[in-house]
């Protein structure tokens, strides 16, 4: 019986605003680089695989800046090779920085309030797992999810991102569950997927920008709203 759902946060229940495509567009003009829709969700789908390896070897949060200044530089790099752009890794760093000067902020996708709500409705325990270096009570104030979950968990607070067990082990806790009685959803394979099923908590795929259609190896939705069916199978 489920008695616990954990979400992902970035590319879960939240997103940028303006869109990651508007961002990268605009901040990739200055450099004379022309991006396509497609491209920058292709990219980002690469981009993401490799922060969540990097979290597997060596945790964003423990690197020092310049550390950090590579790490972005190729994750943006990355970013502008899905639209066929191939640029060094000074010129990649240049343009994530003129990316991280677009004003933007990060909100809730519009089926998040609606699911989370009826899913209180049901008696469920809530909670958020997130790779974010940021205090997770903060996390939900300024997301509008206080209230809507019972808690989010972060690997600032916990000091271990997904994939490893100790982050997962925290949110059983604070859910007062057993892993067989809890389900997650995410929208990494590595860091959610895999990261779930190895403590033993039902993994669930969310793949919004059709990055993964052919995957079978969980359940996999496109939004929130095809939650119940998976239920239903579980």
């Known amino acids: 019986m489920i008695k616990a759902i954990f979400f992902d946060l970035y590319g879960t229940l939240a997103g940028f605003n303006p869109s990651r495509f508007e961002i990268q567009s605009k901040a990739a003009a200055d ?25 597997l070897s060596e945790p964003l949060r423990t690197l020092n800046d310049e550390g950090k200044a590579t790490f972005f530089a190729e994750y943006e790099r990355k970013v502008l090779l899905g639209s066929g752009v191939e640029v060094d890794s000074e010129t990649a760093g240049a343009v ?29 325990a809530l909670g958020v797992i997130s ?15 206080t209230g809507l979950v019972d808690f989010v968990v ?27 009685e809890a389900v997650h959803v995410g929208d990494q394979l590595s860091s959610d ?12 795929l969310i793949d919004r920008d059709g990055n993964h ?12 709203d ?3 069916d998976v239920f239903e199978a579980l």
């Open 31 to 55: 450099f004379g680089i022309t991006l396509t829709q497609e491209g920058v969700l292709r990219g980002y789908a690469a981009a993401d695989a490799f922060m969540a390896g990097q979290n």
């Open 131 to 145: 790779n974010m270096n940021r205090n997770g009570e903060a996390l939900a104030k300024d997301l509008g999810l």
């Open 226 to 228: 095809q939650l119940a």
């Open 193 to 204: 997927i895999d990261g779930a099923r190895s403590v033993g908590i039902h993994p669930v």
């Open 213 to 224: 259609p052919g995957y079978c190896d969980a359940p996999r939705i496109t939004g929130l």
């Open 96 to 124: 994530w920085r003129r990316v991280r000067q677009v004003p933007y902020e990060m909100t809730t996708y519009s089926d998040v309030a609606p699911t989370l709500t009826a899913l209180r409705g049901n008696g469920l």
């Open 154 to 180: 972060t690997s600032l607070e916990v000091g271990a991102e997904k994939p490893y067990p100790p982050i997962f082990n925290a949110a059983l806790a604070r859910a007062s569950v057993e892993a067989d």
